[in-house]
């Protein structure tokens, strides 16, 4: 069977860099706090009218098609991830396909929050597999900073989250032993309300509130003062229990990343762990017991950018000469759902 490769990545960051000094003046917080609970020195904001998720995707998109080798024209498949789409509904693919001028090829999304990106790799790389694409555009982008609460009441949510992009083009590999070794993607929904957003949804019977709603009201069902005045319509985080849950679940899902492929963590040449927080991160080393070459951190610049996390910070670490050909390399998230996910790539 075939397997598939990163033939070319690219990343994007908004020009805005938001300290976190500069959140000082909206919300009761400090850069002390912050830098401790965290790791985040600062973040990028998207331009508020002129970038979006997709404007930004698309930056991405660019570098990593060149760095392919290879055009627009020729991807047959996108797979975006992304919590924070331009729109309800449709998703940001075809947005993509059409800015890029793309042919009428297929476009999915992908809505897996922190590890979608990682999520989206493993989708692409089965259709890769079954030879049934050969250019296949995987994006991950987050427009947080339209939908963060900026009172003091959002502060623990609101300091962690950053805008970017990041995209890679997987096409099927050319050396034996080369490319994706493995994908393990985990879910477990018993939690799913302590990481979310609850509104605009459908979920609204669940709410007493609306229980005696005619047919006239519906509308305010899905949109409500109430739902805007009561936070609903941003993210709600119980920051401590995702803490506890990430640091069980991320060194498990690098192990058993590794143990499929009859590897251990002294192997890895580079983990590239979701940004959720540099704690969570350090936490995951120790375990692990990698040393500093062998993890690569960037959340101290650009905070938590969900999807978009994992291939910015594979992009820096190629970039910067830190990954090189015959590399073992893993990619692992945990985010939102929960949902987790790992990935065992021989560059
Ligand atoms: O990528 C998606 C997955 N998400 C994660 O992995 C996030 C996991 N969780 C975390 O990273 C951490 O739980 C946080 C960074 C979100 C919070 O850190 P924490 O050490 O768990 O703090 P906490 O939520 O227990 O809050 C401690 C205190 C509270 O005050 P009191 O009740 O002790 O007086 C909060 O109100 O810190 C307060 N606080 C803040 N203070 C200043 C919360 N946010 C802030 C803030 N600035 N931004």
Redesign the pocket.
Known sequence: MLSSKIAGIGKYLPSNVVTNQDLTAH????DE??VE??GIKERRYAHRTEETTTTMAVEAAKIAIERAGTTAADIDFIVFATLSPDYYFPGCGVLVQRAMGMKEIGALDIRN??SGFVYALSVADQFIKTGMYKNILVIGSEKHSFGLDFSTRG??VS??FGDGAGAVVLQPATNAGQGILSTHLHSDGEAAEI?AMYNPGTHANHWGEYANFDEAEIGQMFMSHNMIDSAQNFPF?D??S??KK?IVKFPEVILEALQTNGYGPSDLNMLIP?Q??L??AQFVQQKLGLNDEQVYNNIMLYG?T?AASVPIALCEAYEKNLIKEGDLVCLAA???GFTWASALIKW
């Open positions: 919300m009761e917080t400090s706090w912050i609970r965290t929050q922190c502060r623990n300091v962690i990481l985080m920051g401590p995702v803490f990430a979701h959720a927080n704690r969570i938590n969900t945990f985010g939102s």
